[in-house]
């Protein structure tokens, strides 16, 4: 008998789209009752539950093969992935904000930011060839420059009404963050022809699909 | 509270003991049994060597994990973090043209830093084949069918996937150097839409489309020789430059498929070569539950001459403390079951006459 593809889902909004697209395409499943494991009816699929950020390490070392992830995550965990497929939903932008109208980069001086994202950060202004001090935090990031333990953050900014209630503005857009479907390499090389088609079931899945229609 | 120096493990060093380490000198020694019966003599290799030698062959981003320190006189050097590397530059020192070809086996301990997070790779033992100055396809048919009848001795759930790096330099022969680096990462990881960007004003839209599907290819001989047939209809200009690189993989496929070996093996395009020194076949052992290559290998006919020869070069490396745990029938390599204990009551010279008579039968006595 076939072994069922593994597959990883974040928890919280990413995994309920996910699963109403899924759903729309036939492969029906749920976490029951506090349940971190589900499989589909089919017995096709099986389905983990896991942290947003944890989820690249699941995949990487192939407990699951097959992941939802955004790119945020997969820069932060630095590996490498084949991206088989971007979703039409979960996008965001990853922007540099700061308390309004008190932005005044200066010449010489590194940027103090605070973020989640330290990796996504110190390269995007390497790169730039602008030298920048970052601070790590776990969340509540736009606490940073309203109590003065930076000038600047980089955050997900997806409607901008948490900066807004905060007295903070976006500052520049840095990166468009996509959610794709990501495989580890290996487990690709071994189930290709499944996860193949699994892709362009999931393409034509989703121009059919009507978000919100399965919940 | 345990001492907290005495808990702390370093990352890229590991011990095992006992049973488990039994079993490992038991797989190595059938391995280097097999490799010596094809002719492959044992080497060993410096635990260190001087790491500028080496520099300019370790890819980007694998030298941070480089184990380095600084000798006496103030040259730095490097823990053997990779047997292939440190052979290169040995039988660079030590043949000559009138010593090839050569066959050489080894299995050793390579030490590199891992991230915590990947200490499970489990990436701490390389045994593997060289087989220097015998190019073509001769040479590259004797390491694949090694390689076959070393995955028969360890009756592993695996697939070859076999790949060209000479496919992969022949259709994107005009582009320089530093952007088939980009373009070899982008296919290793399978971005083709990032490939078709990035070649489109070189090869043209359509068939940067063409080039960028056909190194997306994975597939048995038969669906090569298909997809073969429609390349050509599909581009002239892919195909020609293709064509030869092909060819020749379907070969090596038919001789596989007439060797009995053919199921094991996959043509797939997207392994042209993770190493910089790589120049002809290119092939990844996958094996079920593991989440990496376990086997890696192929031709680098440029690397020798690094190193002062100027020799082809093939052959293949594989994790064996990766591996071992997935070993089929690993009775053959445990331990001997049964062991006789001698009563220690009984005079000890007088227990250790009787035991061994009793090892004489091929027994084993604890005294």
């Known amino acids: 008998m076939t072994q069922p593809l593994l597959f990883a889902l974040p928890k919280g909004r990413l995994m309920e789209q996910s699963k109403d697209l899924f759903q729309s395409m036939g492969i029906d499943f749920s976490f ?5 494991v589900a499989a589909d ?75 989640k994202f330290t990796s996504f950060t110190r390269d ?6 602008k030298p920048v001090q970052v601070i790590k935090l776990n969340g509540s990031v736009e606490l940073g420059p309203v109590l ?23 500052i520049r857009e840095l990166a468009d963050i996509k959610v794709h479907l990501i495989v580890n390499p290996a487990y690709y090389k071994l189930n290709y022809k499944r996860i193949n088609k699994l892709v362009d079931e999931i393409k034509e899945g989703e121009k059919s699909w009507t978000p919100g229609s399965q919940i | 509270m345990a001492d907290k120096n005495k808990m702390k493990v370093p990352q890229g060093s590991e011990g095992f003991f006992f049973e488990e380490a039994y079993i490992h000198r038991k797989v190595t020694e059938a391995l ?52 292939t590397l440190f052979l290169a530059r040995q039988m660079g020192l030590i043949l000559s043209e009138k010593d090839l070809p050569s066959r050489l086996c080894y299995s050793d301990s390579i030490l590199r830093h891992q991230d915590s997070e990947d200490i499970s790779h489990n990436e701490f033992f390389q ?12 040479g590259d048919m004797e390491v694949l069918l090694l390689l076959s009848q070393t995955l028969l001795l ?17 259709v994107f022969s005009s582009f320089s150097d530093s952007q088939k680096k980009k373009i070899l990462k982008l296919t290793s990881l399978r971005e083709f839409g990032e490939i078709i960007k990035m070649c489109s004003a070189a090869l043209g839209g359509s068939d940067a489309a063409i080039a960028a599907e056909l190194f997306s290819f994975i597939g048995t001989g038969e669906e090569l020789k298909e997809m073969t047939a429609g390349l050509e ?57 593991m989440d990496t290559a376990v086997i890696s290998g192929g031709r680098y006919d440029n690397l020798l001459s690094n190193f002062g020869i100027d020799a082809p070069s093939v052959g293949f490396s594989l994790l064996q403390r990766k591996i071992e745990p997935g070993i089929g029938r690993k009775q053959r390599f445990s331990l001997p079951s049964g062991m006789i204990e001698m009563d220690e009551d009984e005079e000890i010279i007088e227990s250790f006459l009787k035991a061994e008579k009793i090892r004489n039968e091929g027994k084993t006595v604890i005294l």
């Open chain 2, 127 to 138: 045994s593997g084949i060289e087989l220097i100055g015998k190019s073509g396809y001769r």
């Open chain 1, 41 to 115: 009816s089919s017995g096709n699929f099986r389905f983990f539950l896991v942290k947003n950020s944890d989820l690249p390490t699941y995949v990487n070392h192939g407990i699951a093969g097959i992941g939802v992830c955004g790119s945020d995550v997969i820069y932060e965990s630095g590996h490498d992935f084949y991206k088989l497929h971007t979703f039409s939903y979960g996008g965001t932008k990853m922007c540099l904000a700061g308390l309004k109208g008190a932005h005044n980069f200066g010449n010489d001086a590194a940027l103090k930011i605070a973020t």
């Open chain 1, 124 to 129: 995007y202004y390497h790169k730039k060839n």
């Open chain 2, 154 to 170: 360890l009756d592993i759930p695996s697939t070859v996937h076999l790949g060209s790096h000479a496919l992969f330099n022949s």
């Open chain 2, 233 to 289: 209809k599909k581009s002239a200009a892919v195909y020609n430059s293709a064509s030869g690189e092909l060819k020749y993989l379907n070969e090596v496929m038919e001789a596989l498929k007439k060797a009995g070996c053919g199921d094991n093996f996959r043509i797939d395009l997207s392994e042209a070569g993770s190493q910089a020194y790589h120049s002809g076949i290119v092939f990844q052992v996958y094996m079920n539950g």
């Open chain 1, 148 to 170: 003065g333990l930076a000038p600047y953050i980089v955050d997900l900014v997806e409607t901008g009404n948490t900066l807004r209630a905060n007295n903070l503005e976006v």
């Open chain 1, 32 to 36: 029951d009752n506090r349940k971190l």
């Open chain 2, 32 to 83: 280097q049994d097999l490799f010596n019966s094809w002719g492959y003599l044992p080497v060993e290799t410096p635990v260190f060597d001087l790491f500028d030698a080496y520099r300019s062959l370790i890819p980007d981003g694998e030298a941070d994990k480089v184990y380095r320190l600084i000798d006496r006189d103030g040259d730095l050097l490097m823990l053997r973090s990779d047997i």
